[in-house]
């Protein structure tokens, strides 16, 4: 009986490791950024894990007060392949929730300081990647990202953020670009799998 | 000429390597543009005040409805 319970609490694929009990380790070393870096590449993903996790501590140089950050899978840089759907809060602010977009950057995933902004102030997102080795379903992303860009506290930003690549092919590799900089040195970029 | 960072998952290595010609001019003509947000943010927080006025008008008709008897048409 106990044996029946352990069963469908652990029904994993025993050939791959997905879905395994157990925690989540990282795909790739962790980076801290020894310069600026236009783009941000983890290629070569393993496909054994059945989700991926990308953490991100991040500022841009962008010439301006805030710069945003896309997750481009696979090299596709086909704007008609993506697609997300925002919601805004601002601290004493209500949440505004902006209009499903698309670009050919990749799926949005956070909005970052930049080089107008507040001085070591950072931005932060995890971006949960479900599903990504499987052919079955168009691949779907979910982020969480919060930023502090001044001394106001409408400058004080949390986005949620929806999307996906609308394809169904395993995801290898995934480029991180910023809309108009670079990510500043010391940034902190990690990408996990998920068992 | 500006770099980027690779970093492949199978065996750990981190690479800098410069921005190809197509990479570069991409890079450059994204600098400077328009924050493509900032035109939404707008919208949205217009119509949010638009709500709020209505709503401020709605609740000054419904008091002044209580205070003479009558019901809110």
Known sequence: ?195 | MDQKLVIDCQTGQASWLDLNADEQAALLARQGQPDPFAAAIAAAEQRKADLDALLAQFRVKTDVQAVVGKQPS
């Open chain 1, 1 to 195: 009986m106990l044996r029946n319970d352990l069963s469908l609490i652990d029904a994993h694929d025993h050939t791959s490791g997905k879905g395994a009990l157990g925690p989540i380790v990282r795909a790739a070393p962790a980076q801290i950024l020894a310069a600026n870096a236009a783009t941000i590449t983890f290629s070569n993903i393993s496909q054994a894990f059945q989700h991926l996790q990308l953490r991100l501590l991040s500022r841009s140089n962008a010439a301006a007060a805030v710069d945003y950050v896309y997750v481009q899978f696979n090299g596709d840089a086909t704007k008609a392949n993506y697609w997300y759907v925002q919601t805004r809060s601002v601290g004493g602010g209500t949440p505004t929730i902006l209009t499903t977009s698309a670009s050919d950057l990749g799926v949005l995933v956070a909005e970052v300081p930049a080089g107008s902004s507040e001085a070591n102030a950072a931005a932060v997102c995890t971006v949960d990647i479900f599903d990504y080795a499987r052919t079955l379903w168009k691949k779907r992303v979910q982020s969480i990202n919060s930023a502090r860009e001044g001394s106001a506290a409408t400058a004080w930003v949390q986005n949620q953020i929806g999307g996906g690549w609308l394809s169904t092919s395993a995801v290898t590799s995934l480029t991180l670009v910023l809309l108009t900089g670079s990510f500043r040195g010391d940034t902190v970029a990690e990408l996990y799998g998920v068992p």
